[in-house]
């Protein structure tokens, strides 16, 4: 099945951890997405990267570090510099640079810091 | 700056009636594309429909359908004939042509139907 796997569905940190989302996808997509969404909130960007080897900072990039060394992985840590990391977050995939192309979601990783 | 703005924080309707949320945008670019993601309590975010900024007619998907005007910057999502599934949050998003086509997502409407 094609698709998007986000790995754990559940995590829970100690305050001061870094911690790794994993984002793993084999729609062979070029372009990935790292979302953050709190409680009632509408989604806010983190990271995206559109090739391999290169990656961008979106809205609320600090206290975030992202990688891309292959196509199909794209994993974001949470550091201990981010201020209120307890969210629901979100990888999305997008299958071009169109603006027809809509993005894909995967089922999402909810982090709880105490 | 892109954005979008949804001004209704909850919806109420019965079963087996239409009902609209609300989407209004604000950019600069002349091209730009804006969809609807449906949100059930799962956390799971579903793609339900699309219209470009050039789209002379308005995009329809089964039960869905956006009402587009460009004058008023709106983006009306209109869901015919409600089922209790359709439960969920609705998010209005708006490409961000400067960030390698992101989304810019409103804060959403949380719809309820009942029986």
């Known amino acids: 099945d094609g698709g998007i796997t986000q790995s754990p569905k559940y995590l829970f940190r100690k305050e001061g951890q870094n911690v790794t989302l994993s984002c793993e996808q084999n729609l062979n997509h070029d372009a990935m997405y790292w979302y953050r969404q709190d409680p009632g909130q509408g989604l806010r960007l983190i990271y995206y990267?559109?090739?391999?080897?290169?990656?961008q900072k979106g809205d609320i990039a600090e206290g975030y570090s992202v990688s891309r060394e292959k196509k199909e992985s794209f994993p974001l840590t949470v550091t201990s510099a981010q201020k209120n990391p307890t969210a629901f977050y979100l990888c999305?995939?997008?299958?071009?640079?169109?603006?027809?192309?809509?993005?894909?979601f995967g089922p999402g990783t909810r982090l709880t810091v105490t | 700056a892109q954005k979008i703005t949804q001004t209704q924080p909850g919806m109420f309707v019965q079963e087996k009636e239409a009902v609209t949320l609300d989407c209004t945008y604000d950019?600069?670019?002349?091209?730009?594309?804006l969809f609807w993601y449906k949100q059930p309590s799962s956390g799971e975010m579903i793609f339900l429909i699309y219209?470009?900024?050039?789209?002379?007619q308005n995009a329809t998907e089964g039960r869905y359908s956006l009402n587009f005007q460009k004058a008023r910057k709106s983006a009306n999502l209109v869901i015919s004939a409600s089922q209790l599934g359709d439960s969920a949050m609705y998010f209005c998003a708006m490409s961000d042509n400067q960030a390698g086509t992101a989304l810019i997502f409103g804060k959403g409407t949380t719809l309820s139907v009942s029986s």
């Open positions: 990267s559109q090739i391999v080897n290169d990656f």
């Open positions: 999305a995939t997008r299958a071009g640079t169109a603006l027809t192309y809509e993005q894909y």
């Open positions: 950019t600069s670019d002349p091209s730009y594309g």
């Open positions: 219209q470009g900024s050039y789209d002379q």
